[in-house]
Nanobody, 115 residues
Framework: QVQLVESGGGLVQSGGSLRLSCVASGSIFSITTMGWYRQAPGKERELVATVFNGGRTNYADSVKGRFTISRDNAKRTVYLQMNSLKPEDTAVYYC?????????WGQGTQVTVSS
């Protein structure tokens, strides 16, 4: 089992920044990819960014150039640095850890961007 705990969400004005953190515990040796997803009210959950074990990253077009995903393996932590936030970034952000055939999810952290 893998447990993921997010933190760092909150309320910020448009143009501001936040950094989300996700700490992993348990059998993390099987995890190959870590990522962040988000779900806005009335919308489906969508991919924000992922980072693979080798360090390669992938971003949704809507956040490219504004968000940066990184991982600190020693701390078992994945970060999402969010800059130039927009009201449309408002959502619950979920940490995700994936291995072959299964995905783990955190409980989510709310990010609200006011205009």
């Amino acid at each position: 089992q893998v447990q993921l705990v997010e933190s760092g969400g909150g309320l910020v004005q448009s143009g501001g920044s936040l950094r989300l953190s996700c700490v992993a515990s348990g059998s993390i040796f099987s995890i190959t990819t870590m990522g962040w997803y988000r779900q806005a009210p009335g919308k489906e959950r969508e991919l924000v960014a992922t980072v693979f074990n080798g360090g390669r990253t992938n971003y949704a077009d809507s956040v490219k150039g504004r968000f940066t995903i990184s991982r600190d393996n020693a701390k078992r932590t994945v970060y999402l640095q969010m800059n130039s936030l927009k009201p449309e970034d408002t959502a619950v952000y979920y940490c995700n850890g994936a291995r072959i055939g299964f995905a783990y999810w955190g409980q989510g952290t709310q990010v609200t961007v006011s205009s």
